[in-house]
């Protein structure tokens, strides 16, 4: 039973490029969250997505960010126009159900912007 | 500011000694889950105590919640080398249906001396 999934592990990119982070979740899971954790600081809640729709994105920046989580496939997390803060390690966890559940975190996708 | 954080934010100790993390939190939360962070890996969950629970045990960890203080801590009996990693404290706060994502600290970074 596969864990979850992110790819590619390792992303660079320079300024003005767009950065696509995908993530697969855990099976029989279909709530995925994202998270970004900056040099130095703790993990901090993006975006939380079901299938087809966006829960809640209330710790994603209104620009340049967006998620999504088709019914079929990884969700994506794009970021267009990347800066250099925007270099990060960037997580995504799945759980079975919404709430009071455990979550699952696939190994990051580390984001070099130059 | 954040919701929970980890207090020591290092701490070193010999093999075999016990190392007692804690963490505090500012809002009302449904449960709270430890995580473990090994360098350059993803989280790995470690525990979930609920709200209403006091202590929970796996293994050689003891977490205890006491929610009129805001705090929890993380103990680590008969430590071993592989237990040297980043320790962080997740909260799931009662928001009332909003937000289902969690909330991390800084971590506490645990060497454990051979």
């Known amino acids: 039973n596969a864990g979850v999934m992110q790819n590619p592990r390792h992303l660079v990119r320079r300024r003005g490029q767009e950065a696509r982070l995908r993530c697969s979740p855990m099976?029989?899971?279909?709530?995925v969250y994202w998270y970004r954790q900056l040099p130095e600081e703790g993990l901090k809640f993006m975006v939380y997505?079901?299938?087809?729709?966006?829960?809640?994105e209330s710790g994603m920046p209104k620009e340049r960010f967006s998620a999504e989580f088709p019914k079929e496939g990884p969700s994506i997390l794009r970021i267009q126009q990347v800066v250099r803060g925007d270099s990060a390690a960037y997580f995504c966890?799945?759980?079975?159900?919404?709430?009071?559940?455990?979550?699952?975190f696939g190994p990051g996708t580390r984001l070099t912007v130059l | 500011s954040q919701q929970g954080e980890e207090d020591p934010q290092a701490l070193s100790i010999q093999e075999g000694e016990n190392a007692t993390m804690n963490c505090s939190y500012k809002?009302?939360?449904?449960?709270l889950q430890w995580y473990r962070q090994n360098s350059g890996r993803g989280l790995v969950h470690l525990i979930l105590?609920?709200?209403?629970?006091r202590e929970k045990h796996s293994g050689r960890l003891r977490v205890t919640l006491d929610t009129s203080k805001k705090s929890s801590s993380l103990l680590i009996t008969a430590s071993r080398a592989a237990d040297t990693a980043s320790y962080f404290c997740?909260?799931?706060?009662?928001?009332?249906?909003?937000?289902?994502?969690?909330?991390f600290g800084k971590g506490t970074h645990l060497i454990i001396q051979p």
């Open positions: 966890a799945s759980s079975a159900t919404g709430f009071f559940n455990e979550q699952f």
């Open positions: 099976k029989g899971h279909s709530h």
């Open positions: 997505l079901q299938k087809e729709n966006i829960i809640d």
């Open positions: 809002t009302s939360i449904n449960n």
């Open positions: 105590i609920r709200s209403n629970e």
């Open positions: 997740a909260t799931d706060p009662d928001s009332g249906g909003g937000a289902d994502g969690l909330t």
